[in-house]
């Protein structure tokens, strides 16, 4: 999911405080997989995507905000190629393929 970081909130708070509000997960953050700008000329829209590697650590996952998240799953990388996945979600998918590694802690 994402969502915005407030004001003087470091990036990795706001990672798991909307991770937790929108999906009821906690987490703990590992290596930053990319930060990736998304540009879309037609809606003259650009927002910046910080992606990292997390590691699901207690919760039990919901969806908070049906709107805008209609399924929480676990999916193999072979089930993953087959999901309606966003713009981001694929660079996401190609750039984890290409840097595999662990969930390293900070």
């Given at each position: 999911p994402g969502g915005s970081v407030?004001?003087?909130?470091?990036?990795?708070?706001?990672?798991t405080r909307i991770i937790?509000?929108?999906c009821a997960?906690?987490?703990?953050?590992?290596?930053?997989?990319?930060v990736y700008d998304v540009i879309d000329e037609g809606e003259a829209d650009h927002w910046v995507s910080?992606?990292?590697?997390?590691?699901?650590?207690?919760?039990?996952?919901?969806?908070?905000?049906?709107?805008?998240c209609d399924q929480i799953g676990w999916y193999s990388a072979?089930?993953?190629?087959?999901?309606d996945l966003s713009r981001i979600s694929k660079r996401n998918m190609k750039d984890l393929k290409s840097k595999?590694?662990?969930?390293a802690a900070k």
């Open positions: 407030n004001l003087l909130e470091p990036r990795e708070n706001a990672v937790a509000e929108k997960l906690d987490i703990e953050i590992g290596r930053a997989l990319g910080t992606t990292y590697v997390c590691r699901w650590v207690g919760g039990t996952p919901s969806i908070s905000i049906p709107e805008e072979d089930a993953i190629g087959t999901l595999p590694g662990p969930v």
